[in-house]
């Protein structure tokens, strides 16, 4: 049984730019969810795919943007890069419960960088 | 709006010690709660997972509680050793949704 895997882990993008992140989530996982970490601070949601559709999303703006997979991996695309986007984005891979979310597996990670 | 405070943002302690960290959200209707340990620049590691209808979870060295009631949870370390230096995070499942809010984490740091 394959973890929740991310690529790429480490780039650097200038101001404006526009970047992909992808994962892969463990295997049975059909919901992906993406959180962005800054230095020293807990993850924050960013938003979640369940079977293809967004199901749900932080307070995050639309230039943050996502897709899955009809094999359950998703990207997470960011448009017109700013200096406060830099910090590590993390993929969790889950199975949704009735009342709630069961066991989040997260990947490594990746590190993001804008100058 | 669910908000988790953990206590403190930073311990150390000598090889061998029992320790406890805190961990406190303001919304007692939560699903589960899931304690992570976060090593430097790498991703979250799940340790325990309490259902709300749970009282506590153990791990070998690690036992997670919660007391929904009173928004509060405590993860126990026992004969603490340098492997287990690291973040700490806590994070919730409010109920009825499938996301996790955390809180910023308390850095662990076990000396020899």
């Known amino acids: 049984e394959t973890g929740v895997t991310q690529s790429p882990t480490h780039l650097i993008k200038t101001r404006g730019q526009q970047v992909t992140l992808r994962c892969s989530s463990q295997?049975?996982?059909?919901?992906v969810s993406w959180y962005q970490q800054a230095l020293g601070q807990g993850p924050q949601f960013i938003f979640q795919?369940?079977?293809?559709?967004?199901?749900g999303r932080g307070n995050f703006p639309p230039r943050f943007s996502g897709l899955q997979f009809p094999n359950y991996s998703s990207e997470l695309n960011v448009n017109a890069l700013e200096l406060d986007d830099s910090a590590l984005y993390l993929c969790?891979?889950?199975?949704?419960?009735?009342?709630?979310?069961?066991?989040?597996?997260f990947g490594e990670g990746s590190r993001l960088t804008v100058l | 709006k669910q908000e988790v405070t953990q206590i403190p943002a930073a311990l150390s302690v000598p090889e061998g010690e029992n320790l406890v960290l805190n961990c406190s959200f303001t919304d007692s209707a939560i699903y589960n709660l899931q304690w992570f340990r976060q090593d430097p620049g790498k991703g979250l590691t799940s340790l325990l997972l309490?259902?709300?209808?749970?009282r506590e979870q153990t791990s070998g060295r690690l036992n997670a509680s919660l007391d929904k009631s009173s928004g509060r949870s405590t993860l126990y370390i026992a004969a603490s050793q340098p492997g287990d230096s690291a973040t700490y995070l806590c994070a919730v499942n409010p109920f009825g949704y499938s996301t996790l809010t955390f809180g910023k984490g308390t850095m662990l740091l076990v000396s020899p």
């Open positions: 969790a891979s889950s199975i949704p419960q009735g009342g709630g979310t069961g066991e989040l597996f």
């Open positions: 295997s049975g996982h059909n919901t």
């Open positions: 309490i259902q709300s209808s749970q």
């Open positions: 795919y369940y079977r293809e559709e967004e199901n």
